[in-house]
């Protein structure tokens, strides 16, 4: 079940990802397959985790084809 607009897990995904496409352009299909699997709180959380986990200095370092897949991962358990 997709999570309602104004969930605040939501909302802060929303902004997650808004801050790696500044970094990191992702194109149409990886974000809307991102938004896809991320759709439970839980998804969410297993994610930012992976996105900090994968911090060096402040900055991402992930292919575009890494974060996807660390999407489709957090929704997997």
Do not use: C
């Not at 496409?21 to 959380?45: D, F, K, M, N, V």
């Amino acid at each position: 079940m997709a999570l309602e607009k104004d969930n605040p897990y939501r909302k802060a995904l929303v902004s997650l990802l808004q801050s790696i496409e500044e970094e990191i352009p992702l194109s149409e299909g990886s974000y809307l397959t991102i938004r896809y699997h991320l759709g439970t709180e839980e998804a969410i959380i297993k994610f930012n985790e992976w996105v900090k986990s994968n911090l060096k200095e402040g900055k991402l370092k992930a292919t575009e084809a890494e974060i996807v897949r660390a999407a489709v991962k957090a929704s997997e358990a």
